[in-house]
């Protein structure tokens, strides 16, 4: 081979090694959106904090962590999803007789 078709192979070596750095990770695992879709996920905000995922991640995400090592998996399955259970929302609390009102929202009574 000549010099020229080494230096040009190298090239396009290094260029095809920084194009697939650079890729955007939401395309990395587009498997999982597709898998975690069918539990309603839309995009990576379903299971991490950022948009384009990556570390960090929400209640969702650090259940299925913490899925991963109880199950001794190598890696997280999103069939998993159907699992989860999200955490109930605060309610307010009943008002009871003889409970007073809350500032400002004092009921008045007409004379």
Known sequence: MSRKVIKISIALIL????LGSSIDRTQAYP???RQAAKYGAKNCLFCHKNAEGGEGWNERGQWLIAEKERRKAE???PAWLSDYKEPEKAEKPEKKEGDKPEAGKEKKEKP
Do not use: R
Not at 15 to 18: D, E, N, R, Y
């Open 15 to 18: 260029f095809a090694g920084l």
């Open 75 to 77: 890696s997280i399955d």
């Open 31 to 33: 498997a999982f959106l």
